[in-house]
């Protein structure tokens, strides 16, 4: 079992959608959860950051930890084709990434 | 400030061949890092360095690899004796102590042949 799952989709939704993205992980000791973006042929972008369990919003952008689960997940509001990457769940403090899933938001 | 650098964007080399990439990383940045990314994959954390000091390895670095920074500021990754399974993008990303998560470079994409 990968310390950290995502599925790595791909999902492909019409504009104006919310998105949902989640991963798993058994590592009990993460306290530091990250979101980055990664478009094609770039390097990963820091989207969000949480410590520890709850929620935060930026924007369009939804992270929630809940650290009882082992379980976290990204919302995108009102989705653009923009937004259309790779998004890869990162967490602890060495930085073990999951997949990555691969969205399109198609116009 | 211009981001992270690395260099060259594209290697394609033959098996056996020795290839180098650079990073330059944020210039005020004292941390270090190479991932190794596969198709479908997230980043692999192969290395760490703090200043000019190597801090951490991971057993996915083989002998074959070998990472320096130095002077503490830019890095340089070897591979030595390339093999197939060495085909990937190659990410650096530079972090200072208080900053929340990396700054990743757009990495080096290697084929090898």
């Known amino acids: 079992q990968k310390e950290v799952e995502q599925d790595p989709g791909p999902l492909s939704v019409p504009e104006g959608a919310i998105v949902s993205l989640n991963c798993t992980y058994s590592?009990?000791?993460?306290?530091?959860f990250m979101w980055y973006r990664q478009y094609s042929r770039k390097g990963p972008e820091l989207l969000m950051y949480?410590?520890?369990?709850g929620n935060k919003e930026d924007g369009r952008f939804t992270a929630q930890v809940d650290k009882s689960s082992k379980y976290i997940s990204l919302f995108i509001r009102d989705s653009q084709p923009s937004d259309s990457a790779t998004y890869l769940c990162?967490?602890?403090?060495?930085?073990?990434f999951g997949a990555g899933t691969r969205l399109t938001v198609k116009p | 400030d211009t981001g992270v650098s690395q260099d060259p964007r594209h290697k394609i080399t033959k098996r056996g061949q020795n290839v180098t990439f650079r990073c330059d990383p944020i210039?005020?940045?004292?941390?270090l890092y190479w991932y190794r990314q596969t198709l479908g994959q997230g980043p692999e954390f192969l290395t760490y360095?703090?200043?000019?000091?190597?801090?951490?390895k991971s057993r996915l670095l083989s002998d074959r690899f070998s990472a320096e920074r130095p002077k503490g500021s830019f890095s340089t990754l070897e591979i030595q004796r390339t093999e197939q399974g060495d085909s990937a993008m190659y990410l650096c990303?530079?972090?200072?102590?208080?900053?929340?998560?990396?700054?990743f470079g757009s990495g080096t994409r290697l084929t090898v042949v």
């Open positions: 360095f703090q200043n000019e000091a190597q801090l951490e």
């Open positions: 949480t410590y520890s369990s």
């Open positions: 990162a967490m602890g403090g060495d930085m073990r």
């Open positions: 590592n009990s000791a993460f306290q530091y």
């Open positions: 210039s005020e940045h004292n941390r």
């Open positions: 990303a530079s972090s200072s102590p208080h900053q929340r998560g990396y700054t």
